[in-house]
């Protein structure tokens, strides 16, 4: 009953979504209420925003609606003890619906970064209010158990990260939908296996959201071939629905799941990627005296662009690095302990982003070459008309 429960929500997510996108759409259209076009940009045409408003009120609804019908018309057993897990839930809906609000407003007439950060800090403290907050470390760095005044400023600080590494990373058609899908796609397997029917609810149901958003944000409407983007409506409440993911795959809790040893890698390996991106693209900016939070064109997607790849290319190429990540991660902690999966980690990321340096700057004097031939030609053949000699062979299909 629970998984047909579970496809039911995840269809009626994804036909919801894909309703309701048309009709953002055609109001951001009409209403003019477009992403800005600036030197940081990818995109360089106009292109609505707003995708994001979709995401939090189906997901809300949808789990409500469930619940109701398990426990009042189905009459089921809900198989978890509420007063342990229903908090959790209850508080995550309020932080969504509040990131919406702080979000919708940022994408229409724009929010200093500064009460964004309140605001991530202020619903990011629900978790552990609530009575989720990461108190076991599994044995990374010879850790087990935290206490409450190490766990829960940890989660707090884990939550705000992982709101901005989320929101950082949407700068290319379709990749911080494919990640936060992928993700929750990895996260809600996990669950159903060890039977935690709800958490894999809420994961599958923004599986489903995330479907249809990313068909128009990578191929366009049919037919008109007009994009929309999430915004940070979209891409904050995603960040704060895969914290809430991981973290409760991560905090040791009988009620949530049954133990195991490889929780907290495997909770986060779908995050490495735009965790560590941040991680090195905020140290850039310190170590060159710029402004941490001020915004510029160093993270990964930014590196494949200038390594000579296309848009689709860089998006496929990340993706492929989170699913990875995912996959060796899974396999990786049944094998070996969680200290020697993290420097693994750690090796491949700090070895795949030198080779990625190396083809970034052979790109780069490759292209910085070619402009300085191509303009040497066009200078002499502009001396050559002017004088009538004939100063290079040339060949006109070459340039």
Same mark, same amino acid.
């Given at each position: ?16 979504s ?5 009709v ?64 959790h ?39 552990p ?17 935290l ?24 700068? @290319?058609?379709?990749?911080? #939908?494919?990640?936060? %899908? *992928? ?5 809600? !397997? &996990? +669950? ?65 799941k ?38 510029d064109?160093?993270?990964?997607h930014?590196?494949? @662009?200038?390594?000579?790849? #296309?848009?689709?290319i %860089? *998006? ?5 690095? !989170? &699913? +990875? ?57 502009s ?5 009538g000699n ?10």
């Open positions: 009953m629970y998984i047909f429960i579970l496809i039911s929500c995840f269809l009626l997510a994804l036909l919801l894909r309703g309701m996108l048309p953002i759409m055609l109001v951001t259209y009409k209403k003019r209420l477009f992403d800005p076009i600036n030197a940081r940009k990818v995109h360089q045409h106009i292109i609505p925003r707003l995708g994001g408003v979709a995401f939090a009120p189906i997901q809300c609804l949808l789990f409500i609606v469930a619940l109701v019908v398990v426990i009042k018309i189905a009459n089921m057993d809900t198989q978890v003890e509420s007063w342990a897990l229903l908090p839930f209850m508080l995550l809906l309020c932080g969504l619906g509040m990131l919406f609000m702080v979000g919708l407003v940022d994408d229409l007439i724009g929010v200093s970064y500064r009460w964004k950060f309140v605001m991530q800090i202020l619903v990011a403290s629900f978790f209010v609530s009575g989720l907050w990461i108190n076991d470390l599994y044995g990374l760095g010879l850790v087990i158990s206490p409450a005044w190490i766990g829960m400023p940890l989660t707090v600080f884990l939550v705000v990260l992982i709101i901005n590494a989320i929101n950082l990373i949407d700068g @290319l058609d379709g990749l911080c #939908s494919g990640v936060v %899908a *992928m993700g929750c796609l990895v996260l809600g !397997v &996990l +669950f159903m296996y060890y039977g935690a029917w709800w958490h894999a609810l809420f994961a599958f149901i923004t599986v489903g959201v995330l479907i249809p958003f990313f068909y128009f944000n990578v191929f366009g409407a049919t037919g008109r071939r007009r994009r929309i983007f999430m915004g940070d409506t979209g891409s904050m409440t995603l960040g704060y629905s895969m914290a809430f993911l991981a973290i409760s795959f991560a905090m040791n809790n009988a009620y949530i049954p133990f195991s040893d490889g929780a907290i890698v495997v909770a986060f390996s779908a995050l490495i990627i735009p965790v560590m991106d941040v991680a090195r693209v905020m140290f850039l900016r310190w170590r060159t005296g710029k402004p941490v939070f001020k915004p064109r160093n993270h990964l930014h590196k494949f @662009l200038r390594m000579g790849m #296309s848009h689709r %860089a *998006m496929v190429s990340i993706l492929g690095l !989170v &699913l +990875f990540f995912s996959v060796f991660n899974m396999l990786m902690v049944e094998l070996i302990s969680n200290n020697i999966v993290i420097l693994c980690d750690g090796g491949v990321w700090l070895g795949m982003h030198w080779v990625f340096e190396k083809i970034e700057q052979r790109n780069i004097k490759k292209q910085v070459v070619n402009i300085q031939e191509t303009s040497s030609v066009k200078m002499y053949r001396e050559g008309k002017r004088t004939v100063l290079l062979p040339f060949n006109d299909n070459l340039y």
